[in-house]
């Protein structure tokens, strides 16, 4: 009996050091603070630096070269003439920032290469305000938006702390439900037509934005779809990183 009661001691005397150890390994995926996705998807197939300046800007001749990874955007957009700040963005051959300058119209342009991708932001430079990026597909037929996919906040604090931004760059059934309601779809239909055209869905975000706006335009025959980075508020450098993952 003293030998059972023993065994039964040792037991609950394991048991409850293995619950005090759990969220000692527990370890998260990401977390805050110095979190560079380099660590968890190697190196980034595409760097891009989004510089926020003064809203009386004027920039200088090199910065119009198309080969740079860089963009010039108000700091303040509030202060800006333009209220309106969009990074137009579609799909090409190539990774290029085809218009850096934003302090002309309102507007910048970036192309991205083949693929699917994860993307993260970071906020570098002195501790400053935060920066807001949100992701819109866009009716250009009608000239307006049409459908709000995420966004994306960040803000450098001590030390960078990158925030996964994969969101804005696939849309979720929840985000697609009113259009796919309007034209007789369901979620597990378009999932299907993803699939015998032989595209890639995210497992956790949804249908790449361009296979969307794509199926968008089959729908609808005749209506222009495009995608854009809405800048709600800057700072003075936003990085971006992309990373292929098909």
């Known amino acids: 009996m003293l030998g059972i009661l023993r065994k039964v001691l040792f037991a609950a005397a394991l048991t409850c050091i293995f619950l005090v150890a759990m969220p000692l390994i527990a370890v998260p995926v990401q977390g805050g603070g110095n979190n560079n996705p380099n660590k968890l998807w190697g190196a980034q197939t595409y760097l891009l630096n989004i510089l926020g300046k003064k809203s009386d800007w004027k920039g200088d001749p090199s910065y119009e070269s198309t080969d740079r990874r860089t963009m010039f955007v108000p700091e303040n957009v509030k202060e800006f003439g333009f209220t309106d700040c969009k990074i137009w963005v ?31 932001f970071v906020a570098l430079g002195k501790p400053g305000p935060e920066a807001k990026l949100e992701g819109w597909i866009y009716n250009a037929t009608e000239n307006a938006y049409l459908l709000f996919i995420g966004d994306v906040t960040v803000r450098h604090n001590k030390r960078p702390d990158w925030r996964r931004g994969t969101g804005i760059l696939y849309v979720s059934g929840d985000e697609a439900g009113g259009i796919l309601a309007a034209v007789g779809w369901t979620w597990e239909q378009l999932l299907a037509w993803c699939a015998a055209q032989g595209l890639f869905v995210h497992p956790e975000f949804g249908v790449w934005v361009f296979d969307f706006i794509r199926w968008l335009e089959e729908v609808y025959p005749g209506t222009e779809y495009l995608y854009l980075w809405k800048l709600v508020s800057g700072c003075k450098h936003i990085q971006v990183r992309f990373y292929k993952i098909g």
């Open 90 to 120: 579609k799909q090409g051959p190539e990774f290029a920032v085809l218009d850096p300058n934003m302090f002309d119209d309102g507007h910048c342009n970036l192309t991205i290469g083949p693929g699917y991708y994860e993307v993260y």
